[in-house]
Structures are given as structure tokens and as C-alpha cells.
């Protein structure tokens, strides 16, 4: 059996085939239940959870009415003999096997990726996560989604979506796939303005497609919208970015460029873009020759005024 919660609520038996759960009332104990699978649950949390909080009279009594059908709905699509949703106590606990959850899956997949990952095995973890991420039919808990009891689960899930998104653009930059993720990584941007990684990305991939011009636009974008919605500036790091663009840092270049033999993998630094490893770059004890200041016209006006209405030799810039 299987039991989805990444989108509507969803039960397959072992057939393939899908078990109705129709009663919202039933479907709202089953999610309840599986958020806390293999757990107690006690009968006055759920009556809070099935009832908002505001139980009526015969709540204690519906509720076993609600187990008591549900409790049938799963037997039937299970093997004679094999119980689903046990009474312990003056709780219900629902019995769920390693990987019938779909949100368990997606979070082990997502780990495993992860350990690809650092050991230099980005194809297999694009494939990992694309596996994970294809478990989602929609929002988490969706038929739910303005429930009290399922809050907390659907931001855990929605954070661990992108966060397996971002792993997945990073992986796919390592491999030199920049060209082909300019488009995903600017509508993720949309649908998340605020995660700086995804910024960073976005620059990145943009970089890499040899568009620098819009790599340092999408930065100023970021800016603005940090700046003006959340009152903050953008981190260090994302800062650094945009320096290493205008500069045309060399260590900016592919990972998957820098690969000496076909099929080699070369390891990430964990931060918003990766940096070519040392000794790779050429010889550099000249100083690159200067750049125009993009988007500093205010500020070299009035270093001009400062320098034309006193005597001053030096002026000191910090920041």
C-alpha cells in the first residue's frame, strides 16, 4: 500500500489501484494519522485537530464513528489478517511500512542525493532528485492546505521542495548544463523571490550562458527587491558573486569545463557557485585592468564635487 500527501491525499493499494477515501472527515483523520505515522495519537488531539479546535457535544462519539469506517476502508484494501489502524490506549495509531509514505521517500531520496553529491556524483544526483521531486502531484497537503493541524508539515515539505530544487540546479551547473537552466531557474526566482541561493543561481547560469550583462542585472534585481521588501542587504556571499562577475573571475568558469579526463568529477565548495580549484589558473601577477563602476554614477559625482571644492589629495571609500 501506499499513501501520498505531496498534493490531495492519496491511498494506493498493492494492485495500483486507489482506495476512496471520500468523507472529508475520514480523509482528515487519515492525513492526521499519517503525519504521525507509527505514533500515538491520543483521542482528544485528534478531536481538536478534526474539529478546529471547536468540538462539538458529540465530538467523542464521531470521532469513533470516523475510526470505526475508516478503519474499514483500509482493511479492505489490505492482505486478510493485516491491521492498519490499531487502538492503543485511548489512542489510534496507523501502522505504516518504510517507503508507503510519499513524503518519507522524498526526503530519503533527497539525502541520498545529497551524499552523491559531495562524493563528486552529480549525473546520479540529478537523477536522485528528479526522482524525488517527481512524487509531487501538487502542494503538500493540498486538499488541507488551510487546515490548523497540517501548517507545520506543509512548510516543512514546501522547504524541502526547494531545497531539493536548488540541489538540483547546482548539480546540473557542475555538469556545464548552464544553457539549458536559464529558464527553470528564473521562474523558480519568480515563485521564490527572497532565497538568495536561487539568485545566486540565476546569475550563475546566466554568466555561464555567456550573458553578463544580465547576470549582473538579475543582481541588481535581487538587491532591489531585499532592499526594498525586507529592509536588508544582500548576504556577503551573494555580494562576492556579483564582484567575481564583474571581474570575469576566472574561477567562475564550469566545473565540468575544468575537467582534465572525460568523466572525472570535480567537488563542490557548498557555496552560491563553485570556484575553480587552485593551480588551475594561469599566471596572474599582473593586476587586471580597470573596470568602469556599474551603478556607482551618484557616488563618483560626489567623490568629483568633494575633489573639485577642496584641496583634498585623498579620500577614503570603504564599503
Known amino acids: ?79 486478510p489478517g493485516e491491521e492498519r489502524l490499531l487502538t492503543e490506549g485511548s489512542g489510534y495509531v496507523l501502522a505504516v511500512a518504510a517507503g508507503e509514505l510519499d513524503s518519507e521517500r522524498f526526503k530519503r531520496l533527497v539525502e541520498e542525493a545529497g551524499g552523491l553529491s559531495s562524493a563528486g556524483s552529480f549525473e546520479s544526483a540529478v537523477e536522485k532528485l528528479s526522482e524525488a521531486l ?15 493541524f497540517a501548517q507545520a508539515e506543509i512548510a516543512r515539505l514546501s522547504e524541502l521542495r526547494v531545497v531539493a530544487l536548488e540541489q538540483r540546479v547546482a548539480a546540473e551547473l557542475e555538469l556545464g548544463r548552464a544553457g539549458l537552466l536559464v529558464g ?33 542585472e538579475a543582481y541588481r534585481d535581487a538587491r532591489r527587491v531585499l532592499v526594498e521588501e525586507l529592509g536588508i542587504e544582500p548576504s556577503v556571499e551573494l555580494r562576492e558573486l556579483h564582484d567575481a562577475i564583474l571581474a570575469q573571475d576566472a574561477s567562475l568558469t564550469s566545473s565540468a569545463q575544468l575537467v582534465e579526463r572525460p568523466g572525472q568529477a570535480v567537488r563542490g565548495r557548498g557555496r552560491l557557485f563553485p570556484r575553480a580549484p587552485r593551480g588551475r589558473l594561469g599566471p596572474t601577477n599582473l593586476p587586471p585592468q580597470p573596470r568602469a563602476l556599474v551603478g556607482r554614477a551618484r557616488e563618483l559625482s560626489e567623490l568629483r564635487e568633494l575633489l573639485l571644492a577642496n584641496d583634498r589629495q585623498i579620500i577614503t571609500l570603504a564599503g
Open 134 to 148: 517527481a512524487l509531487w502531484r501538487g502542494g503538500a497537503l493540498s486538499d488541507f492546505e488551510y487546515e490548523e
Open 184 to 216: 527553470e531557474v528564473e521562474r523558480l526566482v519568480r515563485e521564490h523571490p527572497y532565497r538568495e541561493r536561487l539568485r545566486g543561481q540565476l546569475m550563475l547560469t546566466l554568466y555561464r550562458s555567456g550573458r553578463q550583462a544580465e547576470a549582473l
Open 1 to 79: 500500500m501506499r499513501f501520498g500527501i505531496l498534493g490531495t491525499l492519496e491511498v494506493v493499494d498493492d494492485h495500483e489501484r486507489v482506495v476512496a477515501v471520500s468523507a472529508r472527515k475520514q480523509r482528515a483523520l487519515l492525513t492526521i494519522l499519517l503525519l504521525h505515522a507509527n505514533e500515538v495519537v491520543s483521542a482528544d488531539r485528534l478531536v481538536e485537530d478534526l474539529w478546529s479546535g471547536a468540538p462539538p457535544a458529540t465530538a467523542d462519539k464521531g470521532l469513533q464513528v470516523h475510526v470505526s469506517r475508516l478503519r474499514r476502508v483500509l482493511a479492505a484494501a489490505t492482505q
